[in-house]
Protein backbone atom coordinates (compact mmCIF):
# COMPACT_ATOMS: atom_id res chain seq x y z
CA UNK A 1 0.00 0.00 0.00
CA UNK A 2 1.15 3.74 -0.61
CA UNK A 3 -0.16 6.63 0.59
CA UNK A 4 0.75 9.75 -1.63
CA UNK A 5 0.57 13.22 0.78
CA UNK A 6 -0.95 15.80 -0.47
CA UNK A 7 0.22 15.49 -4.23
CA UNK A 8 -2.36 17.77 -6.09
CA UNK A 9 -2.35 16.48 -9.41
CA UNK A 10 -6.23 17.05 -10.90
CA UNK A 11 -7.09 20.72 -11.06
CA UNK A 12 -8.22 21.62 -7.63
CA UNK A 13 -11.87 22.10 -7.48
CA UNK A 14 -13.74 24.52 -4.74
CA UNK A 15 -14.88 22.64 -1.66
CA UNK A 16 -18.67 22.45 -1.33
CA UNK A 17 -19.34 24.03 2.24
CA UNK A 18 -22.33 23.89 4.03
CA UNK A 19 -24.52 26.51 4.24
CA UNK A 20 -24.75 28.34 6.66
CA UNK A 21 -28.55 27.97 7.73
CA UNK A 22 -27.48 25.35 10.32
CA UNK A 23 -24.23 26.15 11.26
CA UNK A 24 -23.26 29.74 12.25
CA UNK A 25 -21.17 31.19 9.27
CA UNK A 26 -18.03 31.90 11.07
CA UNK A 27 -17.47 28.54 12.46
CA UNK A 28 -14.83 26.59 11.01
CA UNK A 29 -15.33 23.37 9.74
CA UNK A 30 -14.19 20.38 11.63
CA UNK A 31 -13.96 18.67 8.56
CA UNK A 32 -12.01 19.55 5.41
CA UNK A 33 -11.80 17.34 2.28
CA UNK A 34 -10.19 18.50 -0.40
CA UNK A 35 -9.15 17.61 -3.95
CA UNK A 36 -9.05 13.94 -2.60
CA UNK A 37 -8.36 11.30 -5.18
CA UNK A 38 -8.33 7.53 -4.48
CA UNK A 39 -7.43 4.70 -6.47
CA UNK A 40 -8.12 0.79 -6.14
CA UNK A 41 -5.30 -0.34 -8.12
CA UNK A 42 -6.43 1.21 -11.45
CA UNK A 43 -9.65 2.45 -10.43
CA UNK A 44 -10.50 5.64 -9.53
CA UNK A 45 -12.83 5.21 -6.39
CA UNK A 46 -12.82 9.08 -5.59
CA UNK A 47 -12.62 11.66 -8.03
CA UNK A 48 -11.54 15.06 -6.66
CA UNK A 49 -14.06 15.32 -3.61
CA UNK A 50 -13.98 18.63 -1.77
CA UNK A 51 -16.52 18.69 0.72
CA UNK A 52 -16.35 20.82 4.87
CA UNK A 53 -18.42 19.20 7.15
CA UNK A 54 -18.98 21.45 10.65
CA UNK A 55 -19.04 19.69 14.53
CA UNK A 56 -21.88 18.45 16.03
CA UNK A 57 -23.87 17.88 12.98
CA UNK A 58 -25.14 14.59 11.36
CA UNK A 59 -23.85 14.24 7.92
CA UNK A 60 -25.62 11.28 5.29
CA UNK A 61 -23.47 9.97 2.39
CA UNK A 62 -25.94 8.71 -0.03
CA UNK A 63 -26.02 7.14 -3.81
CA UNK A 64 -26.09 4.27 -5.62
CA UNK A 65 -23.90 1.36 -4.76
CA UNK A 66 -20.06 1.82 -6.20
CA UNK A 67 -20.44 5.77 -5.94
CA UNK A 68 -17.87 5.95 -3.36
CA UNK A 69 -19.37 7.08 -0.27
CA UNK A 70 -18.19 4.75 2.20
CA UNK A 71 -14.62 4.74 0.52
CA UNK A 72 -15.14 8.84 1.50
CA UNK A 73 -16.30 7.63 4.64
CA UNK A 74 -13.03 5.68 5.10
CA UNK A 75 -10.80 8.18 4.33
CA UNK A 76 -12.05 10.13 7.59
CA UNK A 77 -10.24 7.94 9.91
CA UNK A 78 -7.66 6.11 7.63
CA UNK A 79 -9.31 2.77 7.49
CA UNK A 80 -8.02 2.72 3.66
CA UNK A 81 -4.55 2.55 4.45
CA UNK A 82 -5.74 -1.50 5.22
CA UNK A 83 -6.48 -2.14 1.60
CA UNK A 84 -3.96 -3.02 -0.37
CA UNK A 85 -3.42 -1.22 -3.64
CA UNK A 86 -5.04 2.20 -2.58
CA UNK A 87 -3.48 5.74 -4.09
CA UNK A 88 -4.46 8.63 -1.91
CA UNK A 89 -4.15 12.04 -3.18
CA UNK A 90 -5.32 15.50 -2.11
CA UNK A 91 -6.32 17.10 1.93
CA UNK A 92 -8.47 15.42 4.70
CA UNK A 93 -7.81 17.44 7.62
CA UNK A 94 -9.58 17.37 11.08
CA UNK A 95 -9.91 20.14 13.34
CA UNK A 96 -7.41 21.85 11.20
CA UNK A 97 -4.93 19.14 10.96
CA UNK A 98 -3.90 17.11 7.90
CA UNK A 99 -5.09 13.28 8.79
CA UNK A 100 -2.43 12.17 5.99
CA UNK A 101 0.40 14.05 7.15
CA UNK A 102 3.48 11.88 8.07
CA UNK A 103 3.04 13.47 12.32
CA UNK A 104 0.01 11.87 12.32
CA UNK A 105 -0.33 8.68 14.65
CA UNK A 106 -3.30 6.38 13.22
CA UNK A 107 -3.88 4.85 16.73
CA UNK A 108 -4.53 8.25 18.06
CA UNK A 109 -6.47 9.34 14.97
CA UNK A 110 -8.71 6.29 15.16
CA UNK A 111 -9.28 7.32 18.44
CA UNK A 112 -10.59 11.06 17.96
CA UNK A 113 -12.48 9.60 14.68
CA UNK A 114 -14.33 6.39 15.86
CA UNK A 115 -16.38 4.22 13.54
CA UNK A 116 -19.37 1.69 13.52
CA UNK A 117 -19.56 -0.33 10.89
CA UNK A 118 -22.63 -1.96 8.83
CA UNK A 119 -22.35 -5.98 10.69
CA UNK A 120 -22.12 -5.12 14.53
CA UNK A 121 -19.03 -6.61 14.96
CA UNK A 122 -18.47 -7.26 18.94
CA UNK A 123 -15.76 -8.81 20.58
CA UNK A 124 -16.47 -12.19 21.50
CA UNK A 125 -16.26 -11.19 24.94
CA UNK A 126 -18.38 -10.06 27.52
CA UNK A 127 -20.46 -6.47 27.08
CA UNK A 128 -17.94 -5.46 29.84
CA UNK A 129 -14.63 -6.33 28.23
CA UNK A 130 -15.86 -4.79 24.66
CA UNK A 131 -16.14 -1.30 26.02
CA UNK A 132 -13.48 -1.67 28.95
CA UNK A 133 -10.70 -3.16 26.20
CA UNK A 134 -10.50 0.37 24.46
CA UNK A 135 -10.15 2.10 27.57
CA UNK A 136 -7.57 -0.21 28.35
CA UNK A 137 -5.71 0.64 25.43
CA UNK A 138 -5.76 4.19 25.94
CA UNK A 139 -3.92 3.66 29.09
CA UNK A 140 -7.19 3.76 31.10
CA UNK A 141 -6.59 1.38 34.28
CA UNK A 142 -8.80 2.19 36.88
CA UNK A 143 -11.19 -0.11 37.80
CA UNK A 144 -13.73 2.13 39.11
CA UNK A 145 -12.92 4.81 36.31
CA UNK A 146 -13.53 2.13 33.47
CA UNK A 147 -17.01 0.99 35.50
CA UNK A 148 -17.49 4.79 35.29
CA UNK A 149 -16.97 5.21 31.63
CA UNK A 150 -18.62 1.72 30.49
CA UNK A 151 -22.06 2.76 32.55
CA UNK A 152 -21.91 6.45 30.85
CA UNK A 153 -21.42 4.71 27.18
CA UNK A 154 -23.91 2.13 27.81
CA UNK A 155 -26.43 4.73 28.94
CA UNK A 156 -25.06 7.05 25.79
CA UNK A 157 -25.73 4.18 23.48
CA UNK A 158 -29.56 3.77 25.21
CA UNK A 159 -28.58 0.44 26.21
CA UNK A 160 -27.64 0.26 30.12
CA UNK A 161 -31.11 -0.48 31.14
CA UNK A 162 -31.43 -3.89 29.13
CA UNK A 163 -27.82 -5.28 30.18
CA UNK A 164 -26.88 -3.54 33.20
CA UNK A 165 -27.72 -7.01 35.14
CA UNK A 166 -25.78 -8.79 32.38
CA UNK A 167 -22.67 -7.14 31.78
CA UNK A 168 -20.17 -9.82 32.18
CA UNK A 169 -22.30 -12.12 29.76
CA UNK A 170 -21.01 -12.77 26.16
CA UNK A 171 -22.00 -9.63 24.19
CA UNK A 172 -22.56 -12.17 21.52
CA UNK A 173 -25.35 -13.27 22.85
CA UNK A 174 -27.34 -10.11 22.77
CA UNK A 175 -29.48 -9.14 19.54
CA UNK A 176 -28.39 -7.65 16.25
CA UNK A 177 -29.77 -4.32 17.37
CA UNK A 178 -28.35 -4.56 20.95
CA UNK A 179 -24.81 -5.79 19.50
CA UNK A 180 -24.99 -2.98 17.13
CA UNK A 181 -25.21 -0.77 20.38
CA UNK A 182 -22.58 -2.00 22.22
CA UNK A 183 -20.16 -1.36 19.06
CA UNK A 184 -21.50 2.35 19.53
CA UNK A 185 -21.01 2.02 22.94
CA UNK A 186 -17.45 1.05 22.55
CA UNK A 187 -17.20 3.85 20.01
CA UNK A 188 -18.20 6.58 22.26
CA UNK A 189 -16.31 5.32 25.46
CA UNK A 190 -12.90 6.24 24.31
CA UNK A 191 -14.59 9.91 23.55
CA UNK A 192 -14.12 10.59 19.87
CA UNK A 193 -14.89 14.13 17.81
CA UNK A 194 -16.56 12.11 14.93
CA UNK A 195 -18.31 9.06 15.45
CA UNK A 196 -18.60 7.70 11.48
CA UNK A 197 -20.67 5.37 10.59
CA UNK A 198 -21.40 2.89 7.63
CA UNK A 199 -25.09 1.59 7.33
CA UNK A 200 -25.31 0.66 10.84
CA UNK A 201 -28.86 -0.09 10.45
CA UNK A 202 -28.88 -1.62 7.73
CA UNK A 203 -29.03 -5.35 8.67
CA UNK A 204 -31.82 -4.52 11.61
CA UNK A 205 -35.26 -4.64 12.21
CA UNK A 206 -37.73 -1.75 11.93
CA UNK A 207 -37.96 -1.57 15.86
CA UNK A 208 -33.57 -1.91 16.20
CA UNK A 209 -33.18 0.41 13.45
CA UNK A 210 -35.87 3.09 15.15
CA UNK A 211 -33.75 3.14 18.41
CA UNK A 212 -30.70 3.57 16.71
CA UNK A 213 -31.85 6.25 14.68
CA UNK A 214 -32.85 7.83 18.07
CA UNK A 215 -29.30 7.27 19.35
CA UNK A 216 -27.80 9.09 16.11
CA UNK A 217 -29.87 12.23 16.92
CA UNK A 218 -28.93 11.93 20.84
CA UNK A 219 -25.50 11.84 20.04
CA UNK A 220 -25.26 14.69 17.66
CA UNK A 221 -25.29 17.29 20.79
CA UNK A 222 -21.77 15.16 21.80
CA UNK A 223 -20.64 14.47 18.45
CA UNK A 224 -20.13 15.18 14.95
CA UNK A 225 -21.69 11.83 13.09
CA UNK A 226 -20.70 11.25 9.35
CA UNK A 227 -23.23 8.54 8.24
CA UNK A 228 -23.26 6.19 4.93
CA UNK A 229 -26.60 4.93 4.01
CA UNK A 230 -29.14 3.64 1.48
CA UNK A 231 -31.72 3.99 3.16
CA UNK A 232 -33.10 8.10 2.25
CA UNK A 233 -35.56 8.23 4.41
CA UNK A 234 -33.24 7.57 7.50
CA UNK A 235 -30.92 10.14 5.53
CA UNK A 236 -34.42 12.16 5.88
CA UNK A 237 -34.97 11.79 9.37
CA UNK A 238 -31.62 11.73 10.97
CA UNK A 239 -29.55 14.02 9.39
CA UNK A 240 -29.03 17.73 9.05
CA UNK A 241 -26.91 17.55 5.90
CA UNK A 242 -27.13 15.34 3.07
CA UNK A 243 -24.16 14.88 0.28
CA UNK A 244 -24.81 12.69 -2.90
CA UNK A 245 -22.27 11.16 -4.81
CA UNK A 246 -22.36 9.16 -8.02
CA UNK A 247 -19.31 7.07 -9.82
CA UNK A 248 -16.78 8.63 -7.58
CA UNK A 249 -17.91 12.43 -7.31
CA UNK A 250 -20.00 14.49 -5.11
CA UNK A 251 -22.71 15.50 -6.71
CA UNK A 252 -24.68 17.72 -4.51
CA UNK A 253 -24.56 18.59 -0.84
CA UNK A 254 -26.86 20.59 0.74
CA UNK A 255 -29.12 20.76 3.98
CA UNK A 256 -31.36 17.26 3.96
CA UNK A 257 -34.07 19.40 3.57
CA UNK A 258 -33.50 20.97 0.39
CA UNK A 259 -31.71 17.83 -0.19
CA UNK A 260 -35.11 15.81 -0.22
CA UNK A 261 -37.76 18.50 -1.21
CA UNK A 262 -35.99 20.54 -4.26
CA UNK A 263 -32.13 19.53 -4.86
CA UNK A 264 -30.75 21.32 -7.40
CA UNK A 265 -29.07 18.74 -9.67
CA UNK A 266 -31.09 16.74 -11.90
CA UNK A 267 -28.98 13.59 -10.75
CA UNK A 268 -29.72 14.31 -7.03
CA UNK A 269 -33.89 14.10 -8.05
CA UNK A 270 -33.55 11.43 -10.50
CA UNK A 271 -31.25 9.05 -7.44
CA UNK A 272 -34.09 10.34 -4.35
CA UNK A 273 -37.14 9.96 -6.42
CA UNK A 274 -35.79 6.58 -7.38
CA UNK A 275 -35.24 6.99 -10.84
CA UNK A 276 -31.85 5.84 -11.50
CA UNK A 277 -28.95 4.50 -9.03
CA UNK B 1 -41.53 1.29 -19.06
CA UNK B 2 -42.49 3.61 -16.31
CA UNK B 3 -42.39 3.09 -13.10
CA UNK B 4 -45.51 1.45 -10.78
CA UNK B 5 -44.98 4.26 -8.73
CA UNK B 6 -45.11 6.71 -11.94
CA UNK B 7 -48.08 5.14 -12.73
CA UNK B 8 -49.78 6.01 -9.61
CA UNK B 9 -48.38 9.41 -9.41
CA UNK B 10 -50.21 9.82 -12.95
CA UNK B 11 -53.53 8.47 -11.47
CA UNK B 12 -53.75 10.90 -8.81
CA UNK B 13 -53.26 13.50 -11.37
CA UNK B 14 -55.71 11.88 -13.48
CA UNK B 15 -58.02 11.85 -10.42
CA UNK B 16 -57.20 15.90 -9.33
CA UNK B 17 -57.87 16.98 -12.90
CA UNK B 18 -61.64 14.93 -12.56
CA UNK B 19 -62.15 17.20 -9.59
CA UNK B 20 -60.89 20.05 -11.29
CA UNK B 21 -62.84 20.05 -14.16
CA UNK B 22 -66.13 19.01 -11.73
CA UNK B 23 -65.14 22.43 -9.58
CA UNK B 24 -64.94 24.58 -12.79
CA UNK B 25 -68.73 23.20 -14.30
CA UNK B 26 -70.29 23.87 -11.50
CA UNK B 27 -69.46 27.25 -10.78
CA UNK B 28 -70.04 28.33 -14.14
CA UNK B 29 -73.81 26.33 -14.05
CA UNK B 30 -74.46 28.14 -10.63
CA UNK B 31 -73.69 31.45 -12.37
CA UNK B 32 -75.66 30.58 -15.33
CA UNK B 33 -78.54 29.22 -12.85
CA UNK B 34 -78.53 32.28 -11.23
CA UNK B 35 -78.45 34.65 -14.63
CA UNK B 36 -81.22 32.88 -16.10
CA UNK B 37 -83.00 32.39 -13.34
CA UNK B 38 -82.75 28.08 -13.74
CA UNK B 39 -83.89 26.52 -10.64
CA UNK B 40 -83.28 23.25 -12.42
CA UNK B 41 -79.53 24.14 -13.24
CA UNK B 42 -79.23 25.52 -9.69
CA UNK B 43 -80.12 21.72 -8.11
CA UNK B 44 -78.30 20.06 -10.48
CA UNK B 45 -75.19 22.28 -9.32
CA UNK B 46 -76.30 20.91 -5.90
CA UNK B 47 -75.98 17.33 -6.31
CA UNK B 48 -73.06 17.93 -8.41
CA UNK B 49 -71.36 18.70 -5.02
CA UNK B 50 -71.68 15.15 -3.99
CA UNK B 51 -69.83 14.21 -6.80
CA UNK B 52 -66.85 16.51 -5.89
CA UNK B 53 -66.66 15.88 -2.17
CA UNK B 54 -66.51 11.82 -3.42
CA UNK B 55 -63.35 12.44 -5.23
CA UNK B 56 -61.95 14.80 -2.83
CA UNK B 57 -61.71 11.75 -0.51
CA UNK B 58 -60.72 9.28 -3.19
CA UNK B 59 -57.95 12.51 -4.12
CA UNK B 60 -56.55 11.98 -0.38
CA UNK B 61 -56.96 8.37 -0.16
CA UNK B 62 -54.37 8.35 -3.24
CA UNK B 63 -52.10 10.72 -1.95
CA UNK B 64 -51.86 8.63 1.34
CA UNK B 65 -50.99 5.87 -0.41
CA UNK B 66 -48.28 7.43 -1.88
CA UNK B 67 -47.25 9.05 1.31
CA UNK B 68 -46.54 5.80 2.79
CA UNK B 69 -44.34 5.10 -0.01
CA UNK B 70 -42.25 7.66 1.33
CA UNK B 71 -41.47 9.99 -1.86
CA UNK B 72 -39.10 12.87 -1.90
CA UNK B 73 -37.81 15.77 -4.01
CA UNK B 74 -40.61 16.53 -6.69
CA UNK B 75 -42.99 13.57 -5.90
CA UNK B 76 -43.32 14.43 -2.37
CA UNK B 77 -44.40 17.92 -3.35
CA UNK B 78 -46.63 16.63 -5.59
CA UNK B 79 -48.53 14.38 -3.64
CA UNK B 80 -48.77 17.33 -0.66
CA UNK B 81 -49.52 19.69 -3.32
CA UNK B 82 -52.52 17.43 -4.87
CA UNK B 83 -53.75 16.93 -1.21
CA UNK B 84 -53.83 20.69 -0.93
CA UNK B 85 -55.39 21.44 -4.02
CA UNK B 86 -58.15 18.77 -3.43
CA UNK B 87 -59.57 20.47 -0.31
CA UNK B 88 -59.60 23.57 -2.32
CA UNK B 89 -61.28 22.05 -4.95
CA UNK B 90 -64.13 20.85 -2.28
CA UNK B 91 -64.44 24.61 -1.16
CA UNK B 92 -65.42 25.64 -4.89
CA UNK B 93 -68.33 23.23 -4.91
CA UNK B 94 -69.59 24.09 -1.88
CA UNK B 95 -69.16 27.71 -2.86
CA UNK B 96 -71.17 26.78 -6.08
CA UNK B 97 -73.57 24.86 -3.73
CA UNK B 98 -74.10 28.47 -2.09
CA UNK B 99 -74.80 30.72 -5.05
CA UNK B 100 -77.42 27.80 -6.04
CA UNK B 101 -79.32 28.34 -3.28
CA UNK B 102 -78.92 31.60 -3.38
CA UNK B 103 -80.05 31.68 -7.47
CA UNK B 104 -83.13 29.61 -6.13
CA UNK B 105 -84.04 32.17 -3.67
CA UNK B 106 -82.99 35.20 -5.99
CA UNK B 107 -85.96 33.48 -8.46
CA UNK B 108 -88.48 33.53 -6.29
CA UNK B 109 -88.79 37.50 -6.50
CA UNK B 110 -88.48 39.88 -9.25
CA UNK B 111 -85.00 40.68 -10.50
CA UNK B 112 -83.21 43.73 -8.85
CA UNK B 113 -83.29 46.99 -11.72
CA UNK B 114 -79.64 48.01 -11.29
CA UNK B 115 -78.01 44.35 -11.14
CA UNK B 116 -74.72 44.46 -9.77
CA UNK B 117 -71.99 42.97 -12.59
CA UNK B 118 -72.15 39.25 -11.23
CA UNK B 119 -71.33 38.14 -14.24
CA UNK B 120 -68.15 39.45 -15.02
CA UNK B 121 -66.72 39.00 -11.40
CA UNK B 122 -67.83 34.89 -12.08
CA UNK B 123 -66.01 35.56 -15.04
CA UNK B 124 -62.55 36.43 -13.52
CA UNK B 125 -63.04 34.19 -10.71
CA UNK B 126 -63.92 31.35 -13.14
CA UNK B 127 -60.82 31.65 -15.42
CA UNK B 128 -58.38 32.34 -12.33
CA UNK B 129 -59.66 28.68 -11.58
CA UNK B 130 -59.39 27.44 -14.58
CA UNK B 131 -56.17 28.84 -15.35
CA UNK B 132 -54.79 27.93 -11.33
CA UNK B 133 -55.67 24.45 -13.14
CA UNK B 134 -54.11 24.58 -16.67
CA UNK B 135 -50.78 25.77 -14.52
CA UNK B 136 -51.23 23.14 -12.91
CA UNK B 137 -51.08 20.54 -15.10
CA UNK B 138 -48.01 22.57 -17.76
CA UNK B 139 -46.29 22.48 -14.17
CA UNK B 140 -46.42 26.77 -15.44
CA UNK B 141 -45.28 28.28 -12.40
CA UNK B 142 -44.87 31.80 -14.24
CA UNK B 143 -48.83 31.37 -15.59
CA UNK B 144 -49.19 30.48 -11.92
CA UNK B 145 -47.89 33.69 -10.32
CA UNK B 146 -49.60 36.04 -13.00
CA UNK B 147 -52.98 34.64 -12.05
CA UNK B 148 -52.42 35.66 -8.00
CA UNK B 149 -52.39 39.80 -8.35
CA UNK B 150 -56.28 39.20 -10.07
CA UNK B 151 -57.32 38.24 -6.17
CA UNK B 152 -57.07 41.35 -5.56
CA UNK B 153 -59.36 43.01 -8.43
CA UNK B 154 -61.99 40.51 -7.63
CA UNK B 155 -61.36 41.38 -3.72
CA UNK B 156 -62.35 45.08 -5.09
CA UNK B 157 -65.27 43.75 -6.80
CA UNK B 158 -66.59 42.52 -3.81
CA UNK B 159 -66.16 45.48 -1.94
CA UNK B 160 -67.85 47.61 -4.50
CA UNK B 161 -70.81 45.05 -5.24
CA UNK B 162 -70.99 45.22 -1.25
CA UNK B 163 -71.51 49.13 -0.85
CA UNK B 164 -73.65 48.70 -3.89
CA UNK B 165 -76.01 46.81 -2.54
CA UNK B 166 -76.17 48.58 0.96
CA UNK B 167 -76.92 51.63 -0.65
CA UNK B 168 -80.10 49.63 -2.54
CA UNK B 169 -81.48 48.21 1.11
CA UNK B 170 -81.06 51.74 2.68
CA UNK B 171 -83.13 53.09 -0.73
CA UNK B 172 -85.78 50.23 -0.96
CA UNK B 173 -86.03 47.74 2.13
CA UNK B 174 -88.38 45.77 -0.11
CA UNK B 175 -84.74 44.86 -1.54
CA UNK B 176 -82.95 44.10 1.47
CA UNK B 177 -83.72 39.90 0.94
CA UNK B 178 -82.24 40.08 -2.61
CA UNK B 179 -79.33 42.00 -1.83
CA UNK B 180 -78.02 39.95 1.18
CA UNK B 181 -78.67 37.17 -0.95
CA UNK B 182 -76.72 38.80 -3.78
CA UNK B 183 -74.29 39.97 -1.01
CA UNK B 184 -73.51 36.08 -0.91
CA UNK B 185 -72.85 35.31 -3.67
CA UNK B 186 -70.64 38.09 -4.60
CA UNK B 187 -68.89 36.81 -1.45
CA UNK B 188 -68.57 32.85 -2.89
CA UNK B 189 -66.87 34.27 -5.93
CA UNK B 190 -64.58 36.27 -4.01
CA UNK B 191 -64.07 32.93 -2.39
CA UNK B 192 -63.76 30.85 -5.93
CA UNK B 193 -60.75 33.16 -6.56
CA UNK B 194 -58.83 32.90 -3.21
CA UNK B 195 -59.23 29.36 -3.63
CA UNK B 196 -58.19 29.89 -7.25
CA UNK B 197 -55.01 32.13 -5.32
CA UNK B 198 -54.37 29.46 -3.31
CA UNK B 199 -54.21 26.78 -6.20
CA UNK B 200 -51.81 28.99 -7.98
CA UNK B 201 -49.69 29.05 -4.73
CA UNK B 202 -49.19 25.16 -4.69
CA UNK B 203 -48.37 25.26 -8.48
CA UNK B 204 -45.67 27.53 -7.65
CA UNK B 205 -44.75 25.57 -4.59
CA UNK B 206 -44.72 22.48 -6.82
CA UNK B 207 -42.06 23.67 -9.50
CA UNK B 208 -40.46 26.19 -7.08
CA UNK B 209 -40.21 24.72 -3.94
CA UNK B 210 -40.68 28.27 -2.81
CA UNK B 211 -43.44 28.63 -0.29
CA UNK B 212 -45.71 32.21 -1.01
CA UNK B 213 -48.66 31.71 1.16
CA UNK B 214 -48.60 35.09 2.98
CA UNK B 215 -45.64 36.80 1.32
CA UNK B 216 -47.61 39.23 0.91
CA UNK B 217 -45.91 40.06 -2.26
CA UNK B 218 -49.26 40.42 -4.20
CA UNK B 219 -49.77 37.14 -3.41
CA UNK B 220 -53.28 37.87 -2.17
CA UNK B 221 -55.15 36.55 0.74
CA UNK B 222 -55.93 32.81 1.20
CA UNK B 223 -59.32 31.39 1.31
CA UNK B 224 -60.73 31.24 4.76
CA UNK B 225 -60.67 27.59 5.75
CA UNK B 226 -63.85 28.32 7.37
CA UNK B 227 -67.27 26.44 5.37
CA UNK B 228 -69.29 29.15 3.98
CA UNK B 229 -72.42 29.17 5.76
CA UNK B 230 -75.09 30.33 2.64
Known amino acids: MRIDIPIRTSAPKPDLVPPASLNAPSASPLIEVSNLDLH ?36 LNRMNDLIDGVRIRGSVKIAGHDIYGKDIDVIELRKRVGMVF ?10 YENIAYGLRLHGIRKKSEI ?82 THNMQQAARISDYTAFFYLGELIEYDTTRKMFTNPSKKQTEDYVTGRFG | MALHFEQELEALKTALLTMASHAEVVVSRAIQALVN ?93 KDALDAFVARDSAKARAIIPLDKEVDRLNKQFHNALISFMIKDSETISRCLNLMVVSKSLERVADHATNVAEEVVYLCEAQDIRHSGGG ?12
Open chain 1, 118 to 127: QKSNPFPKSI
Open chain 2, 37 to 129: RDDDLARQVQEEDSAIDRLEVEVDEQAIQLLAKAPLATDLRFIAVSMKISHDLERVGDEATTISRRSIELSKEPPLKDYVDIPHMAAIAISML
Open chain 1, 147 to 228: DAIIERSLRAAALWDEVKDRLHRSAMGLSGGQQQRVCIARAIAIEPEVILMDEPASALDPIATARIEELILDLRKQFTIVIV
Open chain 2, 219 to 230: AGASASTSRPTG
Open chain 1, 40 to 75: YGTTRALKNIGIQMHGHVVTAFIGPSGCGKSTLLRC
